[in-house]
């Protein structure tokens, strides 16, 4: 499975906001400075995860991020989905063969292992991965 930048990046917020106290609220300069993560791809993704409901933001001096829920009701799986909508169901290869039986086999495989791959990321809490 590839992962975008902008979901590699997503999940590292979620990971980083997770990993701190109860009530602190974290700027997206410190977590942009503490990964590399470039500081253009910070408020796309963040406004993404807020409008999920997965992070809360406050403005202001104190202000920052904060999760929205608590870590172990949010799944890798629906981190992705924010960032990236869904999880790529490739190019169908039975239409490019004109149905052939082989290609309608592969794309059976793939759409399971796809469902599969939505399961176990489903299963997959924050907080299993912050401990």
Do not use: C
């Not at 406050?58 to 629906?78: F, T």
């Amino acid at each position: 499975m590839n992962l975008s930048k902008s979901v590699t990046y997503g999940m590292i917020v979620m990971g980083h906001i997770a990993k701190q106290t109860e009530g602190r609220w974290v700027p997206a300069e410190e977590i942009a400075k503490e990964y590399s993560i470039p500081s253009d791809f910070m408020p796309k993704i963040m406004n993404q995860l807020v409008i999920a409901g997965l992070l809360l933001s406050k403005r202001g001096p104190q202000g920052g991020y904060s999760l929205a829920k608590p870590a172990k009701e949010i799944s890798l799986l629906e981190i992705i989905e924010t960032v990236e909508n869904t999880i790529k169901n490739y190019y169908e290869i039975a239409q490019h063969t004109m149905k052939q039986r082989f290609a309608v086999k592969m794309d059976e495989i793939r759409t399971k292992a796809t469902e599969q791959g939505r399961a176990i990321l489903k299963k997959a809490k924050l907080s299993d991965l912050v401990k």
